[in-house]
């Protein structure tokens, strides 16, 4: 037997360790020189002015980046549990020690971020840190300042992950926590160049696509790397699951890094002409470097993995984690580093700093000639269309029929999402309310509407492949072939136990879950659809949203919800929790539709301007914010006729379809001799015609 050769006085186990450090001590190299290099580093007050200090300026940039390995390593460790084959319903031992280690990485990024906080104050009020007085202004900074208060929900939000993540053994449970780590990731997005400069909106959408793409990335290898280099089943499963995960990773990363780019930086020229641009080129060289990794981990790596060669993945995967954490510590220079295009870029109006861009007058050819390219919604819409798309080619492949309606349906409703977040709605939904009507009543009604006739579930359902080791405990029902027709109406009715969940094995722990129960049940539904439209423009949330880039987003969000909600409900093509009868559905349509004319005529009538503090401050000459209300609010009363008239044609279409398929199944029956109702009905009729004759009554 061969024996593996070992360097003398090098122990194997402390091996990970010593790479690891070698590779955090780089990160810090290459962080240092990217301050130096790009003028992020500390800079000299002038005479007079308050100074935190070298510590701040210094310790700023460290604690960041801190933080940044920590968010890989906790979202890592978490991703790793979500793609490790299972044990039925409990973690693969891996997957469990991975999710255990994910609470260490999140007391460290606990406390880097309340360290981060710290310097932050520090460097916010001028004081080295040992001079602040943290009792007195600490939570004052967090309660009014937005660097504060997105510190301090990452530091509560990674005390509650460090806290959950050692009690969790399901993969449900990691998932959660995966959640949950993402969004603890997202907070310090929302501030800084992106939040501040112009074109801010533009900006954090596409910052939070990276931040999102580059952790998942980053993470994920680095999970698989530290915790599954050990088991080759681990490795065989996770590694194709996540290869998939890293391409659309970076995608994502490459087409929102554009964008950022585009930004902050007028022309090529300044590129190589100034430092914040000298950087971005070194990131992009990274970029492209970690491209190069992926497309040889397709073409050469899975296919040795296949053949149980896994040294070869831990050996080519550890320089591919180094380039990535040299990449997140350029991240975290640029982020410190000024940018050419800054503050300087200003609006000419007061609602051109406020909004984010100059917003000219309004007239219908700059509606549909004015675009803001938002690449989160882009990214999210390319991702429904590549899945569905590929979805329709599988079941094709299969020889299964789609209806080509269904698919019309869903593009349309993607198209149309595009169009109102990206195109001239978009443009004037924040300066002008009749505007933003048109955008919350297509949001709500009309893209729901043409996504839930896409039928996505049932799609979902029928391509994706059921894992061959996978277990089901039936509840009024049973199992059927994988794919076929019919059979996700049954899957809605099991919960699966499966020794390795695919795709369509997460899809169904989702409908079985108490909360898709919850909020698909008819009169929850409805009561979203109806109490939130008066609950958002009623109170503070509305002018919230108005303010930040970030909750016009969640509002986009919410009315994409709680419409698909409603109408999936009331439609029913998708197998849900609860089905309704199709008078049910009618009903339920017919209930909501004096509550939204009742609304638009609150507004139509009303003579004071909601959202007065955020229009005022505005400062549009060329519209009347009243009387611009007003016409919102017709535009609310009206908007709900065609969506209610398209939706009942459907209901009643599926009404007409199901009396015929019933007639027709009960013909074959009959047909078959199998029908067991019609002899007793001719039965009970041949009684009562010889009790007539005898003159006698039935009983």
Not at 172 to 196: D, F
Not at 294 to 314: K, N, Q
Not at 536 to 545: I, K
Not at 617 to 637: C, E, F, H, K, T
Request: hydrophobic letters at 55%.
């Amino acid at each position: 037997m061969a024996t593996e050769r070992r360097s003398p006085g090098l122990d194997p186990r402390a091996a990970p360790w010593l790479v690891a450090a070698a590779v955090v001590l780089g990160a810090l190299g290459v962080l240092l020189v990217a301050l130096g290099v790009g003028g992020g580093g500390p800079q000299q007050a002038a005479p007079g002015l308050p100074d935190p200090g070298a510590l701040t300026g210094w310790g700023i940039p460290v604690a960041k980046l801190t933080m940044d390995l920590a968010t890989v390593g906790a979202v890592g460790s978490l991703l790793l549990g979500v793609l490790a084959p299972s044990r039925g319903d409990d973690l693969d031992p891996v997957a469990a020690r991975a999710v255990r280690s994910a609470a260490g990485w999140a007391w460290v990024w606990a406390v880097a971020a309340a360290g981060t906080l710290a310097l932050t104050l520090s460097d916010f009020l001028g004081v080295p840190p040992g001079q602040v007085d943290y009792q007195s202004t600490l939570l004052g900074f967090i309660a009014e300042v937005s660097q504060g208060r997105a510190l301090g929900v990452v530091v509560v939000l990674t005390v509650v992950l460090a806290g959950a993540a050692r009690s969790v053994r399901t993969p449900n449970g990691a998932a959660l926590l995966l959640i949950l780590a993402i969004a603890a990731a997202l907070p310090p997005v929302l501030t800084g160049h992106s939040a501040g400069a112009a074109n801010h909106d533009i900006a954090t959408s596409s910052l939070i696509v990276h931040v999102v793409a580059i952790t998942l990335w980053v993470g994920g290898l680095l999970g698989l790397v530290v915790y599954a280099r050990s088991s080759r089943a681990v490795l065989r499963t996770a590694v194709p699951r996540f290869s998939t995960v890293a391409l659309w990773c970076f995608c994502a990363a490459a087409a929102s890094g554009v964008v950022n780019a585009w930004v902050r930086i007028e022309s090529v020229e300044q590129l190589v002409s100034t430092s914040y641009g000298r950087l971005v080129l070194g990131k992009v060289v990274a970029l492209v470097a970690l491209g190069a990794f992926g497309w040889w981990h397709r073409r050469a790596i899975l296919p040795r993995l296949e053949r149980e060669d896994s040294g070869v993945f831990r050996r080519f995967a550890a320089g591919e984690v180094a380039v990535m954490v040299a990449t997140v510590a350029l991240a975290v220079a640029l982020a410190r580093t000024p940018t050419p295009v800054g503050e300087e870029r200003q609006a000419a109006t007061t609602a051109g700093a406020l909004i984010g861009y100059d917003v000219a007058p309004f007239s219908l050819s700059r509606v549909f000639s004015e675009w803001r390219i938002d690449s989160l919604v882009l990214t999210l819409a390319a991702i429904g269309l590549v899945c569905y798309l590929r979805g329709v080619r599988r079941l094709r492949a299969k020889d299964i029929r789609w209806p080509v309606g269904r698919t019309i349906a869903w593009v349309s409703g993607i198209a149309v999402a595009v169009v109102v977040l990206c195109g001239g709605v978009a443009t004037y939904a924040p300066a002008m309310f009749s505007v933003h009507m048109v955008q919350h009543m297509t949001l709500t009604m009309l893209v729901p509407i043409l996504l839930v006739m896409g039928a996505p579930v049932t799609l979902a359902l029928r391509a994706l492949p059921a894992h061959h080791r996978s277990i089901a405990r039936t509840y009024g029902g049973t199992e059927g072939p994988s794919g076929g027709a019919g059979e996700e109406e049954a899957a809605i009715d099991r919960v699966g136990t499966a020794t390795d969940r695919g795709l369509r094995e997460w899809l169904l722990v989702v409908l079985h879950s108490r909360v898709v129960r919850v909020l698909t049940f008819p009169p929850v539904a409805l009561g979203l659809y109806i109490v939130s439209l008066y609950a958002f423009y009623l109170s503070p949330m509305f002018v919230w949203a108005m303010r930040s880039h970030s909750g016009h987003l969640a509002m986009a969000a919410h009315f994409l919800l709680v419409g698909g909600l409603f109408f999936a409900t009331v439609i029913g093509l998708d197998p849900l929790p609860h089905k309704l009868p199709p008078l049910g559905r009618m009903v339920m349509l017919f209930a909501s539709l004096p509550f939204h004319a009742f609304f638009g005529v609150i507004v139509m009538t009303s003579t004071t301007l909601i959202g007065a503090a955020w229009y005022s401050s505005l400062r549009l000459g060329w519209v009347d914010p009243l009387v611009d209300q007003n016409v919102g609010g017709g535009i609310a009363w009206g908007a709900a006729e065609l969506p209610s008239l398209l939706v009942l044609g459907v209901i009643f279409a599926q009404w007409m379809r199901s009396d015929t398929r019933e007639a027709r199944r009960f013909d074959r029956r009959v047909d078959a001799g199998t029908d067991v109702e019609l002899p007793a009905y001719n039965a009970w009729l041949a009684q009562l015609a010889a009790r007539e004759q005898r003159g006698t009554k039935p009983h």
